[in-house]
C-alpha cells in the first residue's frame, strides 16, 4: 500500500496548524544553528540572480513559515556581512513549499504572511521522488517528516509473514519486523537523498530536523513508543467491543520508522550525493511531551487521526482516542521514566 | 472593493472544472497558432537547463493542464527540428500554475496528469502584481481571466456618484460608467504587464486568451451582454420578492469589463515591455454560446454562483438562476439576432 500520510488540515482547534508547537519549538532551536551553518558552510556558485530555498514535507503551517524565514533572514545576514560573495545585487527568494499533492495547500496558501520577500510555489508530490528541476536548489529544509516510509513494510501487514506486527508497532518488534522497517527505510531515505542530490546545486546545504533514536535505544523504551503501543493497545480494546475489524487491525500499521542515528549515517553516507556537516542532538524545552493525557491524546488525534479515521471510520477513532487519553493517565508513572528519545539536526552539503 | 474572483471548485457536476467546455474549445484552436509562434518567434538566450513556463489564471484544471502542454509539445518539437537553438540538453520544464490564493490549489494538485514531463509549482496570488522572480519566464499564457478586474471601480457602486450603474452592466452604460470601468481596465492591465514585464526573460512569448468586443460593437449588443442584462434584471426581480436587499443590490456590480480591441492594444503600448507579434480574431465552433437555456444558466451559475452566494445567500442565488434560465427562454429571438463578440489570440514578445 503506497501512503500518502498527510496532517489533518484546515486551522480549526483540531488541526496540525494549531498543533504544531512541539515542532515549532525544535525549529528555534535550530534557527542559531542554521543561521551559523548559511555563514560558514554555504557556498555557492550561482550566475543567477535566484535564491531557492524549498521545505519538504511542509503541511499547513504555520512552521513551514517560521523555517524558510529564519533560512532567508540568515542568507541576508550572511551576504550583508560577505558582500562579495552576493551573486547578483538582484538575489530574489523563491521558496517551494513540497508535500503530498493531498496535502491541504489551500488553508497553506491562504494563512501566508502577508508580507513576504519571496516568491511562493507549493510542490505537490512525494518527496520520495524528484518534484524539482535538476541543480535548482540552494538550501533545502525537512522538519518532522522522515520518520515517515512511503509505505509500511511488506510483510508487516501479512499474518503467515513471518514479519508480521500483530501489535502495531513497538512491543512486537521481533527481529523480522525490525528488519523489514530497516530495509524501507533505507530505500525510502535512500530515494529522498537521491532525489535531493539531482535538485541541488553543489555546494547547497540541506537541513534535516526530527525525531530519532539514539543507538543502543530501542523504539518501545522511549515515551513515544509507550504512547504508540499504548494506541496499539486502545485499538485491540476497540476491536473487542466491535467498532474495529480484528482482522482488519491485524493487517494496519503505520509506515513510520524513527531510524537509529547510526542509521541515518549510513544511508548517507551510501547514497555519497552530500557530505554530513553536522549530525547533533539538540534540546529544547518541549523536547518531550507533557506528561499531560489530554495534550497527548490531542497530539495523537492531529496526526494519527486522518489515518485511523480513513482505515476504520470516525466512530472508531473517537473512541480510540478517548481510551488513549485513559490509558495515558494509567501509565503516567512508566511515561515517567522512559529513556530519551533524541531530537536531531543533521545538515549536509551538497557534493 | 478588492475583488478575488475564483471559479467553482472540486471537480463535482457544477464545477467549473466540468463546466470550461467553451474556453476548451478555444485552446484546441489556439494550439496551432501557439505552436508556429514557437517555432518561429520564441528566441531565449538561456544559460539555464530550465524552461519556465506560467499560466495565470490557471483555476482549476483541466484547461490549464492542456495549455501547458501544448506549449512544452510545441517547444520540443521547436528543438527537434532546430537542435542548435536548444539551450542545454538536459532542458527541463517547469510549470507555474497561478491563480488567486483562495483558488481551489487542492482540486488542481490532485488532478493533475499523472504522467507529466515537467516540475509542477502551483503559485498563488493575484497577477496583477509579481508573482514570479525577476526574468525567470520564458513562455507565458493566460486564458479568459484578463475580463476580471482587480476590483469594481470607484463610484459604479455608490448611488451618489454620476457614475453609478443601477442595472449590474450593460442597459445603464452611461458615459461616466463606460469611462470608470475603462479606467480600472487601463490600471489593471497595465499592472499585469508591468508585473510580467519584469518577470519575462528577453525574447519570451506571453500568449492571451479570450474575449474582447470588436471596434464599435457595444457589449450590451452582445449576446454575452444581453445575458449579462437578463442576470441583472432577474437579480432586481429577486430583490423585488424580498430575498435580496435592494439597497444591498444597488451597491452590487462585477468587477469585469470586456475591452474593445483598441484599449488593448493602447495598453500594451502605452506599457512598452512587449511587442505586439499578433492580435488576431480566431473561430471555434463554441465560439457563442448555444441558445439554450439551461446550457446557459448552469454556464452563468459556475462563473457567477460563487460571487452571487457570498453577497446574496444560496436561496436568492439559487432563485436568480432558476429566472435567468426562464428569461433566457423569452430573449432567445433576440439572443439569436446578438452582434458577435470576439474571442481574441494577442501575441505578446518582450522586448
Request: glycine fraction near 8%; aromatic fraction near 12%.
Amino acid at each position: 500500500m503506497a501512503s500518502s500520510n498527510t496532517m489533518a488540515g484546515g486551522d480549526g482547534p483540531n488541526s496540525y496548524s494549531q498543533h504544531s508547537t512541539y515542532q515549532r519549538a525544535l525549529l528555534e532551536v535550530a534557527k542559531e544553528k542554521i543561521n551559523e551553518a548559511i555563514s560558514t558552510e554555504l557556498d555557492i556558485n550561482s550566475a543567477s540572480n535566484r535564491f531557492n530555498i524549498a521545505d519538504f514535507g511542509c503541511s499547513t503551517g504555520p512552521n513551514t513559515f517560521l523555517a524558510v524565514q529564519n533560512i532567508i533572514d540568515a542568507v541576508e545576514e550572511k551576504y550583508r556581512k560577505q558582500p562579495q560573495q552576493i551573486p547578483d545585487d538582484n538575489t530574489e527568494f523563491h521558496v517551494f513549499f513540497n508535500d503530498h499533492s493531498n496535502n491541504d495547500f489551500n488553508t497553506l496558501f491562504k494563512t501566508l504572511p502577508p508580507i513576504k520577500k519571496y516568491s511562493v510555489a507549493g510542490v505537490p508530490g512525494s518527496f520520495f521522488g524528484r518534484v524539482l528541476p535538476r541543480d535548482s536548489l540552494h538550501v533545502g529544509h525537512c522538519s518532522y517528516s522522515l520518520h515517515w516510509l512511503s509505505q509500511v513494510p511488506k510483510g508487516i501487514a501479512d499474518r503467515s509473514s513471518p514479519a508480521w506486527n500483530k501489535d502495531i508497532y513497538c512491543t512486537g518488534f521481533s527481529k523480522e519486523v525490525a528488519e523489514a522497517y530497516l530495509d524501507q527505510f533505507k530505500i525510502d531515505f535512500g530515494s529522498f537523498l537521491e532525489a535531493r542530490g539531482e535538485e541541488f546545486v553543489s555546494g547547497g546545504l540541506l537541513f534535516l530536523l526530527g525525531s530519532c533514536l539514539p543507538d543502543g535505544v530501542k523504539m518501545s523504551e522511549t515515551m513515544k513508543g509507550m504512547l504508540f503501543d499504548c494506541m496499539g493497545s486502545c485499538l485491540h480494546d476497540v476491536a473487542k467491543e466491535g467498532l474495529i475489524d480484528q482482522e482488519e487491525l491485524d493487517k494496519f500499521n503505520f509506515p513510520i520508522y524513527p531510524a537509529h542515528v547510526e542509521e541515518f549515517k549510513r544511508v548517507i553516507e551510501d547514497n555519497g550525493c552530500f557530505t554530513i556537516k553536522a549530525f547533533e542532538r539538540i534540546s529544547h524545552e518541549n523536547e518531550e511531551y507533557p506528561l499531560d493525557p489530554k495534550f497527548l491524546a490531542t497530539s495523537y488525534k492531529v496526526t494519527f487521526g486522518g489515518v485511523l479515521e480513513s482505515r476504520f471510520g470516525k466512530d472508531a477513532m473517537e473512541k480510540t482516542m478517548q481510551l488513549i487519553e485513559e490509558k495515558c493517565s494509567e501509565i503516567l508513572p512508566q511515561l515517567a521514566n522512559a529513556k530519551s528519545g533524541m531530537q536531531y539536526f543533521i545538515m549536509l552539503q551538497k557534493n
